[in-house]
């Protein structure tokens, strides 16, 4: 029981979630996706040096959310915890919208981080394409970070590594993303035009079912990192 006890505080410390001050170190996430073999979730109450705010899982993929100065190395540990399973690196996020975009520039105490996941197309023109337009997003398509600002959103980061894609968005915490994402089109055509025309350039991961593109990861509960 002791024990149990002490493994649950490690992990309560280890992955407090974000809140409004600097973390330290660059956002990144890594993913695990699983060959067969269970997720050894005990493998990361010892983790709690590298800046872990989410463990999330969709099917047999798992990703650690942080925020570390040392990427490659949460990577090398990681993958020498599970040696079987393809292990990926997602850092540098092409896109980050963030409140310094918005007129109210409050930032909430804490957050909550909602995780999806997809692929661009094979077609490495169009791939460019949608990165060039991101690129240009907040000076020709302004509305659309005005939208977020409308739904209160503190953050959102669009990572690529290879054609897969990690989008990350930060909410206050205790807020629902069903709630808020409404607002980023209320009133706001121009945020649905560009979901529109984002919509070529996007396809599911392995594993989705037909028409479906992005999926997402939910949050692994406390006990199961004991279990």
């Known amino acids: ?3 149990r006890l002490f493994v649950l505080l490690l992990i309560s410390i280890a992955f407090i979630r974000a809140d409004a001050q600097t973390p330290i170190g660059k956002p990144v996430i890594i993913e695990i996706v699983a060959n067969g073999s269970a997720f050894k979730f005990g493998a990361f109450a010892d983790m709690k040096g ?3 705010a989410n463990i999330q899982q969709w099917n047999n993929r798992l990703i650690v959310y942080a925020h570390t100065a040392n990427p490659q190395q949460l990577k090398d540990r990681v993958a020498k915890e ?3 399973d393809q292990v990926i690196l997602f850092e540098n996020p092409f896109y980050n919208f963030n409140r310094k975009y918005c007129s109210d520039k409050t930032v909430a105490k804490q957050w909550d981080n909602i995780i999806l996941s997809a692929n661009l197309v094979k077609d490495p023109k169009m791939q460019q394409e949608y990165l ?3 690129a240009i997003q907040f000076q020709k398509w302004p509305e659309v970070s005005q939208g977020f600002c409308n739904a209160n959103f503190q953050q959102l980061l669009v990572f690529k590594t290879g054609r897969q894609l ?6 206050p915490k205790g807020e629902s993303l069903d709630k808020l994402n409404p607002l980023t089109t209320k009133n706001n055509p121009r945020v649905n035009d560009w979901n529109n025309m984002m919509k070529k350039y996007q396809e599911g991961i392995e594993g989705t079912k037909k028409g479906e593109v992005w999926v997402f990861f939910k949050e692994v509960d406390d006990k199961e990192f004991i279990e």
């Open 1 to 3: 029981m002791l024990k």
């Open 50 to 52: 590298y800046g872990i």
């Open 82 to 84: 599970y040696p079987a």
């Open 132 to 134: 060039n337009y991101h």
């Open 166 to 171: 990690m989008l990350v968005i930060s909410i």
